[in-house]
């Protein structure tokens, strides 16, 4: 008999080992293949982003039943340690490839036919397999790449439960083999797919579990009622904000229909839904910050159904943050977290003009107490019920940007004649960091602080590019187009790609990967802050191509409409501050990349005419512009570096040479 401390260990490594191996396999290789990335971005983004979104919350659920099965074997010392060996058995570059959930009412799935054999390579957005789901039979398109190294589940297997193992999936083909006698059993799976527990049995063994508030809840909620949680729309993705419903209560949706706009760690991104039914509740307002898979809102199949899905509430573990139950605790603590500095602060927190309760999430009130905000002032809040959220405070703030000084206890405390003499106290205003802002210093930091940059520098003679411009443009105007000198500057870094083909590409730590295309990601500023879209195989493409690519694309960012797979990815970046009257400047190179050019302006200056045709001639006139080409020095030495800025140079130089 083992003993109860040695049952809790073994319970956490094996629900450990299972989430790790899920989410990395379904976010960090995501990040870590830009160029994977963007063969799935070009098929069916949204899809896949469901299925991994999906995918991540079967995981849980899954885990939650591998806890469930172990209590009841853990008598058994051989199938504990059976259970231990887990994710653990798996070499280094294998992965799980989990059971999706490929629609919201799907809880297992049976498999139809392998679409691929062992052994075959599989790109990003591969079809993988068909599975019988309780809606129709779907085919599951696979968003990551490797080679298909075991199937777990033949074809023909039943009542497999979602986030169950079915296959394993490798880096690279050598190691296929290495995982050839791996079986269900060492994953901590039953060896027969049909003999997996399905959600609807779990109840009878998790009522003495607390930490299953999911599967209790699930069987309790009403038939055609359904949950949307928060969607992955990024491979690097673990939490969003709410920016705007598109859709309202009571309203009908439709496959295909823009729900939501959701702020993500790259940019403002559409919620495109797949399924149909109509929209009850709306769990996560407006501002709301949400972690994936946590219940945004609420679906019904049928319109007579609303009354029932706007009084479902979901489990605490699923719902989105700040529910009424975890706010009363912490209303009933606020009173005494200062008690000296600001004693009536609480008191004007907790109860309005009459003396009654302000309805108020708890981040809202830390937020309120912090920036020296009486929530009385605000009202009502944009929450459900009325409840004031962290969005309602910020928005207070930005309206009345002197609100942070209102704390006149300590004010008075500190300097009471200045506070008396009237002199202005607003000295500075707080500006709430946006998720989009948050990630790009982060990851920006990141990038100076691991990656080794240095920086080369070339002057270019532009006179005979201009002239090609203007020549061009006078033919487009018939045509439907309009070149900028970004436009070439993208065609003739693509082309430069193959003198030095080193520059495109990108460090992973034991290999380096060089790219076979050319994804030039073009910097535009947004009002949101920098987003980088991607003109995907450039070096294939004609300049009036390039030109109706960017225009499009940077209108988009402009106006956050920009897809993922439009701007997640690329092998190397162009950022261009000339028109902005920068000389010249050095750029941080955007990870996973190995390069970033710096362009600066174009201006005349007077130079040694080389070919003089008279006394008179020996000086000219000419247009240069400056630009800097930072380099990652683990995969770009500087000979090589220097080797594809002077074949840039030479294509800008002569841009006829970009014709042949």
Same mark, same amino acid.
């Given at each position: 008999?083992?003993?109860?401390?040695?049952?809790?260990?073994?319970?956490?490594?094996?629900?450990?080992?299972?989430?790790?191996?899920?989410?990395?396999?379904?976010?960090?290789?995501?990040?870590?293949?830009?160029?994977?990335?963007?063969?799935?971005?070009?098929?069916?983004?949204?899809?896949?982003?469901?299925?991994?979104?999906?995918?991540?919350?079967?995981?849980?659920?899954?885990?939650?039943?591998?806890?469930?099965?172990?209590?009841?074997?853990?008598?058994?010392?051989?199938?504990?340690?059976?259970?231990?060996?887990?994710?653990?058995?798996?070499?280094?570059?294998?992965?799980?490839?989990?059971?999706?959930?490929?629609?919201?009412?799907?809880?297992?799935?049976?498999?139809?036919?392998?679409?691929?054999?062992?052994?075959?390579?599989?790109?990003?957005?591969?079809?993988?397999?068909?599975?019988?789901?309780?809606?129709?039979?779907?085919?599951?398109?696979?968003?990551?790449?490797?080679?298909?190294?075991?199937?777990?589940?033949?074809?023909?297997?039943?009542?497999?439960?979602?986030?169950?193992?079915?296959?394993?999936?490798?880096?690279?083909?050598?190691?296929?083999?290495?995982?050839?006698?791996?079986?269900?059993?060492?994953?901590?799976?039953?060896?027969?797919?049909?003999?997996?527990?399905?959600?609807?049995?779990?109840?009878?063994?998790?009522?003495?579990?607390?930490?299953?508030?999911?599967?209790?809840?699930?069987?309790?909620?009403?038939?055609?009622?359904?949950?949307?949680?928060?969607?992955?729309?990024?491979?690097?993705?673990?939490?969003?904000?709410?920016?705007?419903?598109?859709?309202?209560?009571?309203?009908?949706?439709?496959?295909?229909?823009?729900?939501?706009?959701?702020?993500?760690?790259?940019?403002?991104?559409?919620?495109?839904?797949?399924?149909?039914?109509?929209?009850?509740?709306?769990?996560?307002?407006?501002?709301?910050?949400?972690?994936?898979?946590?219940?945004?809102?609420?679906?019904?199949?049928?319109?007579?159904?609303?009354?029932?899905?706007?009084?479902?509430?979901?489990?605490?573990?699923?719902?989105?943050?700040?529910?009424?139950?975890?706010?009363?605790?912490?209303?009933?603590?606020?009173?005494?977290?200062?008690?000296?500095?600001?004693?009536?602060?609480?008191?004007?927190?907790?109860?309005?003009?009459?003396?009654?309760?302000?309805?108020?999430?708890?981040?809202?009130?830390?937020?309120?107490?912090?920036?020296?905000?009486?929530?009385?002032?605000?009202?009502?809040?944009?929450?459900?019920?009325?409840?004031?959220?962290?969005?309602?405070?910020?928005?207070?703030?930005?309206?009345?940007?002197?609100?942070?000084?209102?704390?006149?206890?300590?004010?008075?405390?500190?300097?009471?004649?200045?506070?008396?003499?009237?002199?202005?106290?607003?000295?500075?205003?707080?500006?709430?960091?946006?998720?989009?802002?948050?990630?790009?210093?982060?990851?920006?930091?990141?990038?100076?602080?691991?990656?080794?940059?240095?920086?080369?520098?070339?002057?270019? @003679?532009?006179?005979?590019?201009?002239?090609?411009? @203007?020549?061009?443009?006078?033919?487009?105007?018939?045509?439907?187009?309009?070149?900028?000198?970004?436009?070439?500057?993208?065609?003739?870094?693509?082309?430069?790609?193959?003198?030095?083909?080193?520059?495109?590409?990108?460090?992973?730590?034991?290999?380096?990967?060089?790219?076979?295309?050319?994804?030039?990601?073009?910097?535009?500023?947004?009002?949101?802050?920098?987003?980088?879209?991607?003109?995907?195989?450039?070096?294939?493409?004609?300049?009036?191509?390039?030109?109706?690519?960017?225009?499009?694309?940077?209108?988009?960012?402009?106006?956050?409409?920009?897809?993922?797979?439009?701007?997640?990815?690329?092998?190397?970046?162009?950022?261009?501050?000339?028109?902005?009257?920068?000389?010249?400047?050095?750029?941080?190179?955007?990870?996973?990349?190995?390069?970033?050019?710096?362009?600066?302006?174009?201006?005349?200056?007077?130079?040694?005419?080389?070919?003089?045709?008279?006394?008179?001639?020996?000086?000219?006139?000419?247009?240069?512009?400056?630009?800097?080409?930072?380099?990652?020095?683990?995969?770009?030495?500087?000979?090589?570096?220097?080797?594809?800025?002077?074949?840039?140079?030479?294509?800008?130089?002569?841009?006829?040479?970009?014709?042949?």
């Amino acid at each position: 008999m083992l003993s109860s401390q040695n049952t809790r260990s073994a319970l956490k490594l094996i629900e450990k080992a299972f989430i790790n191996k899920v989410l990395s396999s379904n976010a960090s290789l995501a990040y870590m293949s830009s160029g994977s990335m963007n063969l799935c971005a070009k098929r069916n983004y949204s899809r896949s982003s469901n299925l991994k979104r999906m995918n991540f919350i079967a995981a849980n659920q899954f885990s939650m039943k591998m806890k469930n099965q172990s209590m009841m074997m853990i008598m058994s010392n051989n199938l504990e340690q059976q259970q231990m060996r887990g994710y653990a058995s798996l070499p280094k570059g294998a992965s799980v490839i989990n059971m999706p959930a490929l629609s919201p009412t799907m809880t297992t799935g049976n498999i139809g036919k392998w679409l691929k054999n062992e052994g075959d390579k599989i790109n990003a957005g591969d079809l993988l397999v068909e599975v019988q789901t309780d809606k129709s039979t779907l085919e599951f398109e696979f968003p990551e790449e490797g080679y298909l190294a075991k199937i777990l589940t033949p074809n023909g297997s039943k009542d497999v439960a979602l986030g169950s193992p079915i296959g394993i999936l490798v880096d690279d083909a050598s190691k296929i083999s290495s995982v050839q006698n791996i079986t269900l059993a060492d994953l901590g799976a039953s060896s027969g797919a049909s003999a997996t527990s399905a959600p609807s049995k779990t109840p009878s063994t998790t009522p003495s579990t607390p930490s299953t508030p999911t599967t209790s809840t699930t069987s309790q909620k009403p038939k055609g009622v359904h949950e949307i949680t928060m969607p992955m729309l990024s491979p690097t993705m673990t939490k969003g904000r709410i920016g705007s419903w598109v859709k309202q209560v009571g309203d009908k949706v439709s496959p295909g229909d823009i729900i939501c706009t959701v702020e993500t760690d790259k940019a403002t991104v559409d919620f495109e839904f797949q399924e149909e039914g109509y929209l009850a509740k709306i769990v996560a307002p407006q501002g709301t910050e949400t972690s994936l898979g946590e219940v945004i809102a609420i679906l019904v199949d049928k319109k007579e159904d609303l009354a029932t899905g706007a009084s479902y509430t979901p489990s605490a573990a699923t719902a989105a943050p700040s529910t009424q139950q975890q706010a009363q605790p912490q209303q009933q603590q606020q009173p005494q977290s200062q008690p000296q500095v600001q004693p009536q602060q609480p008191t004007s927190i907790q109860q309005g003009a009459t003396g009654g309760r302000i309805f108020a999430s708890p981040l809202a009130k830390k937020v309120a107490a912090e920036k020296g905000v009486d929530l009385r002032e605000i009202g009502s809040g944009s929450g459900d019920s009325g409840r004031i959220i962290r969005a309602d405070v910020e928005e207070f703030l930005m309206r009345k940007p002197t609100i942070q000084e209102q704390p006149k206890v300590a004010a008075v405390v500190a300097q009471p004649q200045v506070m008396q003499a009237g002199v202005p106290t607003a000295s500075y205003v707080d500006i709430p960091v946006s998720t989009i802002r948050k990630v790009i210093a982060e990851r920006l930091t990141e990038s100076k602080r691991n990656i080794p940059h240095y920086y080369l520098t070339v002057e270019i @003679e532009v006179d005979k590019l201009l002239k090609a411009r @203007e020549e061009l443009n006078k033919a487009g105007e018939k045509r439907g187009f309009k070149l900028s000198v970004n436009d070439m500057l993208v065609k003739a870094a693509a082309l430069a790609m193959k003198k030095a083909p080193e520059v495109n590409s990108s460090w992973n730590d034991s290999f380096i990967r060089q790219y076979n295309n050319v994804d030039v990601s073009v910097a535009v500023q947004t009002d949101n802050g920098l987003i980088t879209p991607i003109v995907f195989s450039a070096e294939s493409k004609g300049l009036a191509q390039i030109s109706n690519e960017i225009k499009a694309l940077a209108a988009k960012a402009r106006e956050n409409k920009l897809k993922p797979q439009e701007f997640q990815g690329g092998t190397f970046t162009i950022s261009n501050l000339g028109m902005f009257g920068i000389d010249e400047f050095s750029a941080i190179i955007n990870p996973p990349q190995a390069c970033i050019l710096a362009v600066g302006k174009s201006q005349k200056k007077v130079v040694v005419n080389d070919n003089p045709t008279s006394p008179e001639d020996k000086f000219k006139v000419v247009t240069t512009m400056k630009v800097t080409l930072s380099c990652d020095h683990r995969v770009v030495d500087g000979a090589v570096g220097a080797q594809w800025l002077q074949e840039f140079k030479t294509l800008l130089e002569n841009p006829l040479y970009m014709t042949l």
